[in-house]
């Protein structure tokens, strides 16, 4: 059973959940009520995760009621992640689009950051690897444990 657990930005320190990575998948939620400030913010806290843990490959994936983006980034590009990054969004805010993708995929995740506000419309969705859920400005968000 994968490990979850949720907190909000301000407290975050990503660094607690891993010291060496193969490959993370960072899930951005870019649904209609994520902003150019809320994106700024998620970018920052993987540029800042990026710069400790130093995984071998970052796999972002944007989402709201689907996966619209998936674009991987090695050791060596990790530095020009947030500035070349082309984020994809929309629509409604579904978390469980992720995991099925993951799994339609067949991405080999050794853990998944969720970032979100958790305006979520239907399930938070079942995970096969560690999840960390990081919801910002939403104290009445509850991802499901």
Known sequence: MATQAHTHLSVLKLTVLLKSVGELVVAIDTSGSIGKAELT???TEITSLCETVRPNRVRLLYWGSVVVGD?????TQLDTLATSTKPLGGGGTEPCCVPAYISEHKIQAQAVI???DGYIY?????????V???VLDNPRAQPAT
């Open 41 to 43: 913010k998620f970018l």
């Open 71 to 75: 674009e991987t980034y090695d050791l």
């Open 114 to 116: 969720m970032l979100t």
């Open 132 to 134: 960390l859920w990081c």
């Open 122 to 130: 239907g399930s938070w969705g079942k995970y096969s690897s560690p």
